[in-house]
């Protein structure tokens, strides 16, 4: 690898050559702040956060588009690059809902941090705003742009990682805003409600919609019987929410919480997604027997089955008929769970966990409805971001639950639903499941 030399605050260092100055700085540990940056797709200088001083260059330069040479001097910190990074920081302010006490985001929003560390009220600057109406349109989302502060980071991902592209700037310089093409709502575009756009909003501008107080009102009514079924990746995912290491296993923590949520049956999807291999194996085997349309292409993901629909419909006939275990799930509460127990699938509420936002799109779709009478499979789907604010309102001391087990039947899964996770995942569950339907052997 070629390498160049630099000094970064008096410090020489050696780093690739043909990186930027912030690529660098974090390859030898030394942070810059950014607000607009995203790796590889969103690398535009606007926010002008990430400023620093470079030897010999008339002015302060953005890290995040300037390359390093040999011999280059930076200074990362020094007061001219603190007093410019407070100014953006206020003039992004003077335009940006500072409503922070009910915002979702507050305690873990960007914009909100970098003010703190820069000792920024927001009160400098204060004049004329422009004024948006909430966009809540769409089944998944709300979009809020009296809090957008124009990083664009929601645009890159929408056109550049998921191909979508139905967001983008409107309007010039005072008026300019993100919304959809003729200021349509959200709603009436083809997004396919991936959330990916929430996922990399630094503030609150973009979040998922919330439906806590509808699991409240279910929990509280003594007429109804609410079940809940977290996804795989949700016991991974949960314990980020409440200062556990990423990637920690929480499942038995996570039951105990369901239950002293009030829930009264705590299952889990991976029991469906066993079924979902099964039925998608047989489906496949069926198509390779008999002249299907092929490949087949796994359902289990409301998003790509949305953008298939949407984009290229064509490869409708590839998308495997089955529901996703989320869906399935639903199928088999309203049905077998119900006559089991000997409930009306009215008064029962099916609620799921989910670790996707286009999963609130998928409990609407037509033909979601295994119990008929218009009942449908799930009445409510709420993200993991949505559960670890449920857990946090009752007063519930996560990390000191005991580990409890999923209820049975409904709670019990082979593993192969492990998987699903996992880029291919559901696809090789699925044919593994296949090859031992067609050769009538177990593989190990």
């Not at 400023?51 to 200074?75: D, F, Q, W």
């Not at 873990?108 to 909430?134: P, T, W």
């Not at 979601?368 to 218009?374: F, K, L, P, Q």
Request: glycine share 8%; proline share 5%; charged share 25%.
């Amino acid at each position: 690898m070629e390498t160049v030399h630099i000094k970064i605050n008096n410090v020489p260092y050696e780093v690739a050559a043909g990186s930027t100055i912030l690529e660098a700085a974090h390859s030898v540990g030394i942070e810059i702040p950014t607000l607009c940056y995203l790796k590889e797709i969103n690398e535009i200088g606007a926010c002008r956060i990430c400023v620093v001083e470079v030897k010999g260059a008339r002015s302060l330069v953005t890290a995040c588009v300037y390359p390093v040479n040999e011999g280059m001097e930076i200074v990362t910190n020094s007061e001219k690059v603190q007093a410019s990074r407070k100014t953006n920081l206020e003039l992004l302010l003077s335009t940006h809902d500072q409503n922070c006490l009910s915002c979702v985001r507050s305690t873990d929003c960007e914009l909100q941090k970098l003010c703190r560390d820069y000792g920024v009220n927001g009160m400098r600057f204060i004049g004329s705003r422009e004024r948006y109406a909430i966009d809540d349109s769409a089944p998944h989302m709300v979009r809020d742009d009296n809090k957008c502060i124009l990083c664009r980071r929601c645009v890159a991902a929408c056109k550049a990682n998921q191909a979508v592209g139905v967001i983008g700037a409107n309007e010039r310089g005072f008026s300019t805003h993100i919304g959809c093409a003729f200021e349509a709502p959200l709603g009436d575009s083809p997004c396919v409600s991936c959330g990916q756009c929430i996922t990399v909003c630094p503030t609150g501008a973009l979040t998922e919609k919330d439906d806590t107080a509808k699991v409240w009102a279910a929990l509280r009514d003594p007429s109804k019987h609410v079940v809940v079924q977290p996804a795989p990746s949700v016991r991974a995912t949960l314990g980020e929410c409440f200062g556990m290491p990423i990637g920690t296993n929480v499942e038995g923590k996570m039951v105990a919480a369901l239950r002293r949520l009030g829930f009264d049956g705590v299952f889990d999807t991976d029991t469906a997604a066993d079924f979902t291999i099964m039925e998608e194996a047989t489906e496949f085997v069926q198509r390779v027997k008999n002249g299907g349309t092929l490949p087949l292409i796994t359902s289990c993901s409301p998003g790509w089955v949305k953008f298939c629909e949407t984009y290229y419909p064509d490869m409708i006939p590839n998308l495997s008929s089955c529901k996703s275990p989320q869906q399935m799930f639903g199928a088999l509460t309203k049905t077998y769970y119900a006559e089991k127990m000997g409930l009306d699938p009215h008064d029962i509420v099916c609620v799921s966990v989910m670790p996707c936002t286009a999963k609130k799109f998928e409990i609407d779709r037509d033909d979601m409805s295994a119990a008929g009478d218009n009942i449908p499979d799930v009445d409510i789907s709420i993200t993991t971001r949505e559960l670890g604010r449920m857990i946090e309102r009752a007063g519930i001391k996560f990390t000191e639950l005991p580990d409890e087990d999923f209820d049975p039947a409904l709670g019990e899964s082979t593993g192969a639903a492990t998987i699903f996770g996992a880029t291919g995942g559901v696809m090789e569950a699925a044919l593994r499941t296949a090859v031992e339907l067609v050769t009538g052997e177990t593989l190990e």
